[in-house]
Structures are given as C-alpha cells and as structure tokens.
C-alpha cells in the first residue's frame, strides 16, 4: 500500500529481527520463510492460529518482523524471504519478478472520524484531514473518497499509527482523520459524544494479503497449499465463531506473550473485526481481486486502464480454489 522500490539497503539498515520457530538455523532448507510488516498484535492472533495448524500439518517455516510493509515487500522481491505481508500492486506491476497474491487476510476497513464540525464526507471538501502516510491505506482511500464524491481534501497531514491519530484528534490537533477499527471502536467508545463517525461506503479491496513470487509458489505447491488451507479454515471458523482465536491461541507462543490486556482481549477484539466485516471466511479470492484492481487503479497505484488489468498478472488462485472447495 505504501511508496514501493525503496533500496534494498534500506531492509539492512532497518535491522529487522528475525524469530526462527522451528529448531534449526535460519538458513536451513525446508522452511519457508515469511515477512511479517509489523511485530506480532492483536490483529496478528488469527494468523499465527493458522500457523500453529498449518505446522501440526508438517509445515515448517520462520517469520521475521520488518518494520513495516515496505520492507517486507522488498525482502520477498529480492528473495531474501519467501511470503510476505501487504498489497504491493505498484511492485508487481514495476517489477520483473512475478509476485502474486495467495490470500486476502483483511479488507481495508478504515473509517473516517471527525469532530462535531462535519456531519457527512461532503463536508470534508477543502478542509485539512490527517492520515497515516504519503501513498499508505488512508492516504489510498481519500484518494478513492475524492473521486466517488467529486470533492478534494484541503492540506494532508501524516502521522502513522491510528492511535496516535486518534490522540491527535482528543486533544484538538485534528478535526479529521481516518483511523483503523479497533481505534474507530476506542474513540467513539471514549468519547463518541465529541466527535462524529462519517458514513463511509463498502470496500471489499485488500488491506493486507500474503504474496510470494509465483516461481516459488509452484517450486513448493505442497508446502503453500497446507498454508493457504490452514489460513482458510480458521477464516471460515472464526466468521462463525470469533472466539476460537483465543482459544487456539498458544500461550507460549509470540501472541501468548504479549500483554494480559491485549490476550485477555482478543476475544472482543475478533468479534468486532468479525461484525464489522474486516475479514472475508473464503479468503478474499475472485471477489477480492477485482475490488482491488478497482481500487488501487482510482488510488493512483496501478498504471494503465482498468479495463486492460486482468486479474491473473496480480493473483494465482490455485491454492485458495483448492482450499475452499
């Protein structure tokens, strides 16, 4: 979602660390290597539910935390890892390499608050808005509101992180921003008498989505198919039930061990996620991809007319067709 093609050097510079969970050292063969765009959350606790499934069907693999999505893309375009974390349709679109998108792990859902001086995003026409960075997910999506609406958003500013958005907006340094659900939850739970939630229309495009190089993917179909089929089956289940998210959650491992207030929390926080729609039970697939080549094609990220993209030269569905059958 963000500025793509940044120096490999810049991967090496940020330091990332690297969690190696299986025995062995990092460079031993048979595991995949995965590139997480932030360290483990909240919001991570499904994923590493279908890791621990996906390993009790014989995957071996290790993750490393990058600092953020930009690098964890570059990390799999150089090769250095093998799936990673984001919606990097400017890369795929750029690069030589063929990178591909295996499944959709939540749809971008984020929600424009304001305080009490607009009612409706009409009113945001002209008027200064905060957002995370310059060519992320909210600047991505005032690009799309401007169009949908034939409006245009005075200045921009860019201060990463919903929370620190949503303390911005508390303490008067913002009248609008867009911020992410749980934040959406926190702010208007807090203090929802102070500030108005904006009736946003529905997006199915992909926030964040697991992506490989497609000579990798076929070199080890085995190994990517127990994954997706993994991912896909705790998607379903947690649709119908949220709380199975905490109670496969392992208590030793990276989620177990964060703070007791965010794993005692986990069962609210996925029956939000769930009710709220960010998470697609089939993994996004068909319906995800042209939402996002609609999406990323009017947000400036895709070159070209919508018309000429087709859906295969940003997806391969072979292992998600196979795991939702």
């Known amino acids: 979602m963000k500025s793509l093609l940044r120096r490999l050097c810049a991967a090496a510079a940020a330091l990332p660390i690297t969690f190696a969970l299986m025995a062995g050292s990092a460079e031993a063969d048979g595991k995949i290597k995965i590139a997480l765009a932030e360290t483990p959350s909240d919001e991570l606790a499904a994923f590493f539910v279908a890791l621990d499934r996906a390993k009790a069907n014989g995957l071996e693999y290790e993750w490393t935390a990058f600092s953020d999505e930009e690098l964890a893309i570059q990390a799999v375009l150089s090769g250095q890892m093998d799936i990673g974390f984001g919606t990097p349709y400017a890369a795929m679109q750029r690069s030589k390499a063929p990178i591909r998108i295996i499944f959709q792990l939540s749809k971008l859902k984020f929600f424009p608050v304001t305080s009490k001086k607009y009612s409706k995003l009409e009113d945001l026409d002209g008027e200064p808005i905060m957002l995370h960075s310059r060519g992320g997910g909210t600047d991505s999506i005032a690009n ?79 190994d990517v198919q127990i994954f997706v089929n993994a991912l896909a ?37 996925y029956s939000a996620a769930v009710e709220g729609g960010l998470y697609d039970p089939n993994g996004g697939g068909r319906v995800a991809a042209k939402a996002d080549l609609e999406w990323y094609s009017n947000a400036g990220q895709l070159e070209g007319d919508l018309a000429s993209l087709n859906i295969e030269d940003f997806w391969y569905l072979a292992p998600l067709d196979a795991a939702t059958k």
């Open 233 to 269: 089956s705790v998607w379903h289940d947690m649709t119908q039930d949220p709380s199975i998210v905490a109670k496969e959650t392992d208590p030793e491992g990276p989620i177990g061990q964060l703070p007791p207030e965010i794993v005692g929390n986990l069962d609210a926080f």
């Open 144 to 222: 799309v509101i401007e169009d949908k609406l034939n409006i245009k958003f005075g200045d921009r500013s860019y201060v990463p992180g919903s929370s620190n958005r949503v303390a911005a907006l508390m303490a008067g340094q913002t009248d609008a921003t867009i911020v992410d659900l749980s934040n959406k939850n926190k702010v208007m739970k807090i203090a929802g008498d102070k500030f108005n939630l904006l009736p946003m229309f529905e997006v199915d495009a992909s926030d964040e989505a697991l992506f490989a190089n497609l000579d990798w993917i076929k070199a080890n179909e085995e």
